[in-house]
């Protein structure tokens, strides 16, 4: 039986001025999938995120989340159901982890709003989930990049919302960061949290997504679960890059190899040839 | 210091402040003087005075010095709400009413009424009226270009404050040089003593509503100072709320140009000051801000009135005072947005 699905995009098309940025993209997304959106700089991953975050208008097309128009959907309600998870920034302001998190408590409020008692458990709450809930008092400019995603995605989970939209999460994290940010995705993933995430490692969809969705000049080249549509061919035609993907010794992680670096390759000597 | 004792403390000093600064003047009084007029005045106990002493205390309390003092809490107050609201729905700490132009806009449209028109609705109206252009003028600039968003919004501010400096040097050149002209050089230096009655209502109802619409509000502009995209994903109206919080925000600036001339650097020091003692959460930093400012701006008045046999314009002062200060903590607040 095909599940409804959570989010359905359909045939989406939007522009600045006289650049085409989307030309009539569709998709959907099922409950509970990690999806991964993959295209070189300027495909439209960014501005397709926004549209389905309700933060732009599509100049054609509909959004359906849970089969009712986004755009009928007060975005008080939308924020309750998709959180929006930057890339990690700086703040112009020192505000304490625990005031940054306090904010996703926002779509539930009314007008003039106080945090309540409840307010602040499920922010401390979110903090303890993701081992954290030591940072609650420290600014949030002065903790450290790991730290600040955790500290995003905190507010997503007190939102309370079940749908985490990420915008490159690992840009700016180090190597160690990157993995214990994809290890926090696949937790909350098993604990049927949906996730689309936009990224610029292949690796990192190879390694968590369930499904990857590559995007080109505005439309989708390739959707499909990630063992098939991650190959040489798509990321040549993706990237314009030659790799090869290998699965080493049996390890369930694939990696991507790049075949040449400077018209260079290597043999099993190390040797460089050209 | 705890949280629930802030507001408390901050109050506590504001009225002390005030009471003392009753005390001060060309005609020193003691507190007990103060406080046997007022007894006698509100609720007729406590000592009998000489009904000619009761006068001399009545027109020196009642018609000059409390005036002046509601005016400073006001105006005081005024610029601090103003000068954060700015800097957290711009998401940039380096903004305040005078550095967006507000205080420019709002001087070129008073002096333009004191010229052409001679009502105080006049008056009060293209003060607001233009500081709220000038604002506009200087996010409208800031947009247009792509960049630094923190560096362009300061230049916008920069060229809408030079534009309205400009177009009120033509209306002082048209002034009538007699009567107008000294009148407006007079009050735009800044000052307190000519605040009544009338004009102390008049500004400060909007006032005071704009304040508590602003506090009504500082939740948001937590929110709000994350940027547009944020705000809005977080279920924010951002738009229609921002343009709100604007409205609000250059209302309660623009109309201290009305009660006193053009008081710089306060919207800008009073916040960062405030940031230090209470953090950056505008739930607290807003009705703090609000306190500091009209404590600061009584003290300053204090001075400019004290110091010299002359009375200082208050413009000057808050000046002299705020431009060492602010470099002083440049370095520290500089932290928040590095």
Not at chain 1, 97 to 118: A, C, E, N, Q
Not at chain 2, 123 to 136: D, E, N, P, R
């Amino acid at each position: 039986m095909e599940l409804k699905p959570l989010i359905k995009v359909e045939d989406i098309s939007f522009g600045y001025s006289r650049k085409t940025v989307l030309n009539d993209v569709s998709l959907s997304i099922r409950a509970g999938e990690v999806v991964t959106l993959l295209g070189p700089n300027g495909c439209g991953k960014s501005t397709l995120i926004k549209i389905i975050l309700g933060l732009l208008r599509p100049a054609t097309g509909t959004i359906f989340f849970n089969g009712e128009n986004i755009l009928h959907i007060g975005s008080k309600s939308l924020a309750r159901e998709i959180a929006y998870v930057p890339q990690i920034h700086k703040s112009s302001f020192p505000y304490t982890v625990m005031d940054m998190v306090l904010m996703g408590r926002i779509p539930h409020k009314t007008f003039f709003f106080r945090y309540s008692k409840t307010d602040v458990d499920i922010a401390g709450g979110a903090l303890e989930r993701l081992a954290i809930a030591h940072l609650a008092d420290r600014a949030y400019t002065e903790i450290s990049g790991g730290e600040r995603q955790l500290t995003l995605i905190a507010r997503a989970l007190a939102q309370g919302a079940r749908t985490f939209i990420m915008d490159e999460p690992a840009s700016g994290l180090d190597y160690g960061n990157q993995l214990r940010l994809l290890d926090q995705i696949i937790k909350l993933s098993r604990e049927g949290y949906t996730f689309i995430k936009s990224t610029h490692s292949p690796e990192h969809a190879l390694w968590i997504a369930d499904r990857v969705i590559m995007i080109k000049n505005g439309t989708v080249v390739a959707d499909g679960a990630c063992d098939d549509v991650i190959s040489p061919e798509n990321l040549f035609h993706l990237y314009n890059a030659r790799v090869n993907i290998l699965k080493l010794n049996g390890s369930s992680f694939g990696v991507c190899v790049p075949q040449t670096i400077c018209g260079c390759w290597k043999d099993d000597n190390d040797q460089c040839w050209e | 210091m705890k949280r629930s004792l802030l507001f408390p403390v901050l109050s506590l000093i504001l009225v002390l402040t005030a009471a003392f600064s009753l005390t001060l003047g060309k005609y020193p009084l003691t507190l007990d003087d103060i406080t046997g007029f007022f007894l006698l005045k509100m609720f007729g106990v406590g000592d009998d005075i000489d009904p000619e002493h009761f006068l001399l205390l009545g027109n020196l309390l009642i018609d000059i010095r409390l005036p002046r003092i509601l005016a400073a809490i006001l105006i005081g107050a005024s610029l601090s709400v103003s000068g954060a609201a700015f800097q957290a729905m711009f998401v940039n700490p380096l903004v305040s009413p005078g550095l967006l132009g507000v205080l420019a806009g709002a001087s070129f449209g008073a002096a333009m009424s004191m010229v052409f028109f001679d009502s105080w609705f006049a008056v009060q109206s293209f003060t607001f009226l233009f500081g709220f252009i000038a604002v506009l003028i200087a996010v409208g600039i800031a947009r247009m270009h792509k960049g630094n968003t923190i560096l362009l919004l300061v230049l916008g501010g920069v060229i809408s404050a030079a534009l309205f400096t400009s177009l009120l040097s033509i209306i002082k050149y048209i002034a009538d040089p007699f009567n107008q002209l000294p009148a407006i050089v007079q009050w735009l230096m800044g000052g307190l003593s000519l605040v009544d009655h009338k004009t102390l209502l008049a500004a400060g109802i909007p006032q005071v509503v704009s304040i508590i619409v602003m506090i009504l509000f500082s939740g948001y502009l937590n929110a709000l100072s994350m940027g547009d995209e944020e705000a809005q994903a977080l279920g924010i109206p951002v738009e229609w709320i921002r343009m709100l919080l604007i409205f609000v925000a250059t209302m309660m600036s623009a109309l201290t140009v009305v009660l006193a001339g053009m008081i710089g650097w306060v919207g800008l020091i009073i916040p960062h000051i405030t940031r230090m003692l209470v953090g950056p959460d505008n739930k607290i930093l807003i009705p703090a801000s609000a306190l500091i400012g009209a404590i600061y701006l009584i003290f300053v008045d204090d001075i400019s009135r004290m110091l010299f046999n002359v009375e200082i314009p208050i413009g000057i002062t808050t000046s002299l005072v705020g431009i060492p200060f602010f470099a002083i903590i440049l370095r520290k607040a500089k932290k928040g947005w590095n």
